[in-house]
């Protein structure tokens, strides 16, 4: 045997060790040897000291956490591993890359205005006698697709209406929906 096979064979041993046994000198080893070595591929990979730090300190917990998923098969120990590294170090670069969600207020928001409250109350209940003028047929549609939260295709499912049938329905019930609206504004 070579001294790179016996050198893989041993590695498989230290990770299989740590994957069924949770050997924590196998672990202890595999760390020694191998978080350097990720920490400097990192770091040749373009990442500052810190991150790489982060990062090698991740990969080599997922190790000891997911040992148990390695494949001698599949790669080698120091692919799988690198291999690792290398997902972990664009994680955390898309993470850092992710905008920052706008600023949230504070405390709770400002009482509307007692006009927008009315009209809004106004608006609703002239909706509600709007929906009500609506044929049987196309007012169940419209209350499943909008108040029911379905999709027509869910309709369909339902009432076993072709597709077709329900999206004709529901554009004409909101177009005279739009209608009542607009003639009583």
Known sequence: MTHAKTDEAHWVARLVAVGTNRDQAAFAELFRHYAP???AFLIKS???????????QDVMATLWRKSHLYDPGRASVATWIFTIARNRRIDMIRKSRR?????LPWGPEAAPEQADVLALQQDSARLAEALKQLPEKQRYLVERAFFGDMTHSEIAAETGLPLGTIKSRIRLAIERLRHSMGAEA
């Open 99 to 103: 905008p920052e969600p706008d600023e």
């Open 46 to 56: 373009g990442a500052d000291h810190a991150m790489a730090e982060e990062c090698m």
């Open 37 to 39: 070595r990720v920490k």
